[in-house]
Nanobody, 125 residues
Framework: QLVESGGGLAQPGGSLRLSCTSS????????IAWFRQAPGKEREGVSC????????NYADSVKGRFTISRVNAERTVYLQINNLKPEDTGVYYC????????????????????WGKGTPVTVSS
């Protein structure tokens, strides 16, 4: 399973770091993605990272503010969110890309084969 943590209430302009860890499999050997679902909206992919940790994709809406990284020794993938905006509010999920799917699909829900339960982020003053 995948487990997210690090969400919470933050002020606009602030920062949060979300974490994604795994149990039952070695997270280090999979492409991991972060998705979010804002209230009343569909879930969208925001970032994904290759196995080596040297190739990341970002949704246009978060480029320059979100940074995805992984620390294999910790078996953890992080999502650093800076300059938080109210529109960043939502539930953030990490997901594992199915090995059979192309890396280019790593922000597509249908390419994921395992999901965490999500961690909520609320950005409000």
């Amino acid at each position: 399973q995948l487990v997210e943590s690090g969400g919470g209430l933050a002020q606009p302009g602030g920062s949060l770091r979300l974490s994604c860890t795994s149990s039952g499999f070695n997270l280090n050997t999979f492409v991991i993605a972060w998705f979010r679902q804002a209230p009343g909206k569909e879930r969208e992919g925001v970032s994904c990272l290759n196995v080596r940790g040297d190739g990341a994709n970002y949704a246009d809406s978060v480029k320059g503010r979100f940074t995805i990284s992984r620390v294999n020794a910790e078996r953890t993938v992080y999502l650093q969110i800076n300059n938080l905006k109210p529109e960043d509010t939502g539930v953030y999920y990490c997901a594992r890309k199915a090995p059979r799917e192309l890396y280019s699909l790593c922000l597509i829900e249908g390419a994921m084969d395992l999901w965490g339960k999500g961690t909520p982020v609320t950005v409000s003053s």
